[in-house]
């Protein structure tokens, strides 16, 4: 059931009113006489709303104001800001899901139109590259995926993830003011700490995809106190670093439109002349000496940032570089900031 279906439409006329009041009062008189309802109808709707997260400021005589948003994934308020967007594309809701991935590739199957959106609170099964689980059990968190048909060659496909890592946090840079790095190929760090990581996956047909699924996930309200040790070392939430609860559903709207935005100059073939000059501009790796492994050979030398494909650029000792493309090295320092 996609997103449309699963708000309330007046729920979804409330919150609007509300929200482009901004701090001003509205009265329960005038939400009332907008939707045609009784202001007893309007309490009880506000009541189902405070159970979901939201917290309002109510004055006798002046009426109600927005207090408090929820600190999660809310279907009614992710709908106003993609509409504020002028985004209209399936967007699936889950409050707990396996893998929104793996949700997006049986949406695909089930014919339903792409470019598609599965978004979840949390994710029971989630993953990340070469296998790896992806701790998705913190619902202030973000876990989405895209589903989108595509028939690039396999080849170019590699380029896909770099490229929307560079134009995502170029865009939160420029729309939240945060200080976003990029750390080769597919994380997004703050203050040397991991917020976001990237997956993609392909179904391919011969020479060319026939699916993509780009997912993402992305700490953004969660509280690192509540994960793993071993997490808690490498991984950071924005409310965490920014000591602010960040407001969730806008921030997702707007990594919606920017991966999509991305994906569409992917196809017009515009991204290339972009792509090395935004990496530069948030590599949080350039210039820094980093060892892993190429296969199963240490290798280490100095990174120089990508070339126009997202291949990293490795400065080896002998002075030769080395381009190194997706999942040929895994990194065994920690990088510094």
Partial sequence: MTLKAQTNSINNSILSTLLEADQAFVSGNELAQS???????????????????????????????????????????LNIYLRSLNLDLPVIFFDTIDSTNSEAERQLSNKILPPLVVVSNQQTQGRGRHGRSWQSNDPGNLYLSFGFKSNFSPPLIKSFTPWI??????????????????????DLILHGKKISGMLAESRIDVDSTRDLIFGIGFNINGNPQNWPQELQAIATSLKAQTHQTQNINKMT??????????????????????????????DSLYDQYVKGFHGTEPIEGIAKGINEFGALKLLLNNGSVLLLDIGEISFSNPIKN
């Avoid at 009880?44 to 400021?57: D, P, T, V």
């Avoid at 890592?165 to 597919?186: G, M, R, T, V, Y």
């Avoid at 990594?255 to 530069?280: A, E, M, P, R, V």
């Fill in 35 to 77: 939707l045609n309802i009784s202001r007893v109808s309007i309490w009880s709707h506000l009541e189902k709303l405070k159970e979901a997260g939201f917290s309002f400021e109510a004055i006798r005589n002046r009426g109600y104001r927005i207090e408090k948003l929820p600190e999660k994934i809310h279907p009614d308020l």
């Fill in 253 to 282: 709207a707007s990594i919606i439109h920017s991966i999509l935005s991305g994906y569409n100059q992917f196809l017009d073939n515009t991204w290339q002349t972009s792509l090395t000059n935004l990496w530069k501009k948030y």
């Fill in 165 to 186: 890592a560079a134009k995502l946090c170029d865009s939160l840079n420029q729309e939240f003011n945060i200080p976003i790095q990029i750390k080769w190929p597919n």
